[in-house]
């Protein structure tokens, strides 16, 4: 597509950094190169490298695969709680701009700790909040919880079609939704986006969710024209790069 990209949600698995195992799952290796050369045709030209449930609290992996890609991409990463403000300095130098609450799959901080951490980040380095969360569980508690955080952002458009009024909700009051994983939700990709797109045109922010370790379908590069088929074309040049700029760069 001519239309530039940034993909917010992509995965490097590089086996010379650490793996855990998560619910007896291992991934296979996605490095640097295999995503570069994945993605070609594709007009992406800046990205957030996310840390999954496999690589626990490894930064290794993180820092060097953003030095390989260049400034133009962001990592997001996932860290215990009594990580130094020294460390999260040293990160953010690095080109992590977001710290990661994995709820579906475990592997980051206790969910109780998400607001103490996430507003911790955000004083010390501007970081934001992303949640890997079944919008179905976002109850009365976690809810305003989330809401009241500077910043945040909740993947995969909340994973299934229950949840969406508990995502709409969050997105009214200024959380940031990916359209991402498609081959991993259980909802209909063109109605979440259109009712989201309906409450706040700069909510919404597209990736490729590679390489789509655990989905029952992989991203496929139809996936990007069926989010477009959805859009006006202004629409389309907010979802696709300006949302996700001003999100991640500021720019």
Do not use: C
């Not at 800046?46 to 840390?51: E, H, L, Q, T, Y």
């Not at 309906?198 to 370790?213: I, N, R, W, Y």
């Amino acid at each position: 597509m001519t239309q530039p990209v940034f993909d917010t949600h992509l995965h490097i698995i590089d086996p010379a950094h650490p793996l855990v195992e998560n619910h007896g799952f291992l991934p296979d290796p996605f490095t640097v190169a295999d995503y570069q050369e994945r993605i070609r045709g594709l007009n992406i030209a800046g990205g957030a490298v996310v840390s999954g449930s496999f690589q626990a609290f490894d930064q290794g992996y993180l820092v060097e695969a953003l030095r390989l890609l260049g400034p133009m991409y962001v990592g997001v990463t996932q860290i215990p709680n009594d990580t130094s403000d020294e460390r999260i300095r040293e990160l953010h130098v690095a080109g992590v701009r977001a710290v990661r609450f994995n709820v579906a799959r475990g592997g980051s901080a206790d969910l109780e700790d998400l607001e103490r951490l996430a507003r911790r980040v955000h004083d010390l380095a501007g970081w934001h909040a992303e949640l890997y969360i079944d919008a179905r569980t976002i109850d009365d508690d976690l809810a305003p919880r989330i809401a009241a955080l500077p910043a945040a952002s909740i993947d995969h458009l909340g994973m299934h079609e229950d949840g969406l009024p508990n995502l709409l909700r969050l997105v009214e009051q200024g959380v940031k939704v990916k359209a991402t994983g498609f081959g991993r939700v259980e909802l209909d990709p063109a109605v979440a986006i259109t009712a989201i797109m309906d409450v706040d045109p700069s909510a919404l922010m597209v990736g490729t969710d590679l390489p789509s370790t655990r989905a029952r379908r992989p991203f496929q590069n139809e996936d990007f024209e069926y989010i477009a088929q959805v859009l006006t074309a202004e629409q389309t040049a907010a979802v696709f790069w300006d949302n996700a700029a001003a999100f991640y760069l500021g720019v």
